[in-house]
Structures are given as C-alpha cells and as structure tokens.
C-alpha cells in the first residue's frame, strides 16, 4: 500500500532551518505531484507548498515564500522541504500528500522558539 513518512522536525530557534523528508513508497513516485501541509495547534490544516510531479514547477503559500523551498528527488522516492529563517508561525506538524490520493504521511513536529 501507499506509505508516506515523514522526518526531520525537532525544535529550532526563531531564525534558524530545518529541512524535512518524506519518503515514499507503494507509489510510482515520479509520476505524482506531491505536496506539503502544515497544522498548527487549533488551526486548520493548510497547504504549504507543492511540486509538480517532474518537479519543473512549484507553488507556496504566500507566508513562506522566499523562505521555504520544495524539491524532490525522483530517484530516491523522496520529498524534501528547505524552513529557512522560521519563525513561531511556523510551529505546526507537517504532512506530505500526495495530490491526487487521499494519502497522509504520520506527520513531523516543527516548533520554533522564540
């Protein structure tokens, strides 16, 4: 079956970077667009950044432009998003999905002190 899994959040200071994993398997991976999402405590989920499935184009969510970069590596089944200069917005759980199935990853914590 699809299985997503995510890696790489922690606590970092205001300031500082992460970069997070997910990888996929039970999926041909290069052939899917694939997404990022964020859950901050008693929000809602939001999209926070997507990839085409080549990788040729991206999108982000207005608050993280400039700061966070999506990217993939089709030979290794694997996601990667670059949090640079984060902030305590930031802080929230993050998912991958794919776009076009219903499948979610566990999900990582990201928390930035301030």
């Known amino acids: 079956q699809v299985q997503l899994v995510e890696s790489g959040g922690g606590l970092v200071q205001s300031g500082g970077s992460l970069r997070l994993s997910c990888a996929a398997s039970?999926?041909?991976?290069?052939?899917?667009?694939m997404d990022w999402y964020r859950q901050a405590p008693g929000k809602e989920r939001e999209l926070v950044a997507g990839?085409?499935?080549?990788?040729?184009?991206?999108k982000y969510l207005d608050s993280v432009k400039g700061r966070f970069t999506i990217s993939r590596d089709n030979a290794k089944n694997t996601l990667y998003l670059q949090m640079n200069s984060l902030n305590s917005e930031d802080t929230a759980v993050y998912y991958c999905?794919?776009?076009?199935?219903?499948?979610w990853g566990q999900g990582t914590l990201v928390t930035v002190s301030s």
């Open positions: 990839i085409t499935a080549g990788g040729s184009r991206t």
């Open positions: 039970g999926i041909i991976f290069r052939l899917n667009a």
């Open positions: 999905k794919t776009r076009d199935l219903e499948v």
